[in-house]
């Protein structure tokens, strides 16, 4: 973040909010927005009230903010991985429904054969 950035965003910005009742959501003591949760407060602390913050706010919003970036990390693997799944899916469907003899399942049963002839 440069010192450029670090001018308030416009602060009477409407949010539009559903409480249940008896939740208590946290606010932002800055601008009064409702957030979720106490991690997500820091996170808007960080973002949008950086020059008011103290070392303590700070510190927590960069400990938040690295647990952030580590999830998101760990959600795009698990997005990858769901897409190279998603693929060879698609690809064993395409190859049993062309009955190409050069598909991968016919080749994983050729394999299969070779090894139960060879015992
Ligand atoms: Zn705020």
Redesign the pocket.
């Known amino acids: 973040m440069t010192d450029s950035d670090t001018t308030d965003r416009p602060?009477r910005a409407a949010y539009e909010t559903r409480v249940p009742p008896g939740e208590s959501p946290a606010a932002?003591p800055?601008?009064?927005?409702p957030l979720e949760s106490d991690r997500l407060l820091v996170l808007?602390?960080g973002l949008?009230?950086w020059e008011r913050l103290d070392d303590d706010r700070r510190e927590a919003f960069r400990e938040t903010y690295a647990g952030e970036t580590d999830d998101l990390r760990t959600f795009r693997l698990k997005m990858l991985g769901l897409l190279v799944v998603l693929y060879f899916a698609f690809l064993f469907v395409y190859s049993y429904v062309l009955e190409d003899p050069y598909s991968s399942t016919n080749a994983a049963l050729v394999v299969f054969g070779l090894l139960s002839r060879s015992r």
């Open positions: 602060e932002c800055y601008c009064g927005r808007h602390e949008d009230h």
